[in-house]
C-alpha cells in the first residue's frame, strides 16, 4: 500500500507518524471542550470525532465519541472498526467534496492535553521474547539452562493490575519494596536500586468473550495496539518471584502511550513469526497469525544531559504473537472484556543494540552503558527521562503510534522530579 493523499497537507508527509492511513484514536481536550472526547490524528491536527458524531457523519448519533474513551465503539465489533476507518479515509482524502464542511472539527495537536485513549478493564502481560527470555535466563541460569522446559510450548504470563495503567507522561515515583543484599541473610525495606524498563507493545481486546477462543477468533477480538513500557524493580522482583512470581516488583507503574494504532492499519506490515524450535500444540497453529514489522527506539535523558538511543529494536522478532497470547490466556474459560490490555514483555532482538530493558543491556549491571556526555548507566536514576517512540515503515509513508515516555521521580514523595 502507498500513501493516502488527503488535503490536509501535513498528513502527507513520508514521515509523519499520523498519515490517512493510520488514523489512530485519541482522547483530547481542549479549551473549547473540557470533557475528554474521543479524536482521531491527520498530520498534526486532531479531528474531533464527538462533533463529527453529533452532526450526522456516521449515521445515527450512537454517543460512540462524546466519552472519555474508545470503549463503547471497540464493543460494536470489527465490521464497524472498517467501516468507520473507510468512511474517515473517504471524507478527508484529496478531492473530498465535504472538505469545506469539515474544516471545522480540526484541532491544532499542539494546542490539547490527550488523555487515557481508553479504560482497561484488566491487565495480562507476558514472556513473549525468545531472545529476552534466552537473555534472563542465561544471566540467573547459566546459558545451558537458559529457557525453562515450558517456554517453547506455551506463551507465559501474570495477570497485573489496571490501576496501575499510567497515560504516558505521568511521572514514576521509584518504588520501595522488600530488597535482600547480598551482604545480609534478611532482607530491607528500601527504595529499589535497579529500576528497569520494558519495551513493549501492548494488544487491545476490542469484543469480549465468555468462554475459550480459538485463534482465529482471538485474532479477529483485537483492536489496535499502544506502546508500552512496563516498568521493573529488578531487586524487588529477585526477592520475591518464587515461589508465584512477580508481585510489587511490577505493581509500580506500566506507561501506554496516548494512541491506538488499529489493527487495520497494521495489516501491511505483518509478517510470519520466526520458525519454531518446538512445534507447537495444535491450538496456537491452527489458523495463520502474525507478528509486525514495528520499530521502537528507546532514548534516555538523564536530568543534566541530552537523549542516548539506548535500545533499537522491532516487534516481529517475537516468538509468540498476540492473537496466541490471547488464544492461551482464554483456554481456561477466562473472559476476556472490552478494554483488556496485554502486554507483549520486553520486546528483545539478536543483538545488544536491540534489547528492550537495562537488564539485558548491561548484564545485570555488570557491564555499565556509556551515555552522551560520559555518563554511564546500569539502571535508571532518579530524573531520568525514557522516551519510546513507535512506528511501521513503508515506502512512501509511516504508522506512527507517536511517544511513550516517563520521568523517574525519587522515592520520597516530597522530593520533587528534575527536569
Known sequence: MTLLISWIQSAN????????????????????????RCCTALGDVVIDLAAMEGDGFFGEDLGLFCRPGWNAFMAEGPTAWAAWRLRMQSLFSQGS???????????????ITLHMPFEVTEFSD???SYH???????LFRGA????????????IGYNGRASSIVLSGTDIRRPMGQIKLQDSDVPVFAPT???????????VIGTPSSGRVDI??????????????????????AWEYQPLGPFQSKATASSIGAWIVMKEALAPFRRQPPERVKPLLEYLTSHETWVYDIRLRTTLTPPDGGPSLVSDTNYQTMYYTFAQQLCHHATSGCPMRTGDLLGSGTISGPDRDSLG??????????EPLELQGGQVRTFIEDGDLLSIHGYAEGEDYRIGFGICEGRICPAIPETTCRS
Open 13 to 36: 508527509s513520508a514521515d509523519g507518524d499520523f498519515p490517512l492511513n493510520n488514523l489512530p484514536c485519541g482522547v483530547f481536550s481542549n479549551a473549547a471542550n473540557t470533557q475528554p
Open 97 to 111: 467534496p465535504e472538505a469545506d464542511r469539515l474544516s471545522r472539527y480540526l484541532v491544532q495537536r499542539h494546542e
Open 126 to 128: 507476558f514472556y513473549s
Open 132 to 138: 529476552h527470555a534466552v537473555n534472563v535466563g542465561s
Open 144 to 155: 545451558d539452562n537458559a529457557l525453562m522446559p515450558n517456554w517453547l510450548h506455551v506463551p
Open 193 to 203: 536500586r535497579r529500576l528497569d524498563m520494558e519495551v513493549e507493545l501492548g494488544a
Open 216 to 237: 482465529g477468533q482471538a485474532e479477529d477480538m483485537i483492536f489496535g495496539f499502544v506502546l508500552l513500557n512496563d516498568w521493573s524493580s529488578r531487586d524487588i522482583q
Open 357 to 366: 530493558s537495562f537488564l539485558e543491556i548491561t548484564r545485570g549491571g555488570s
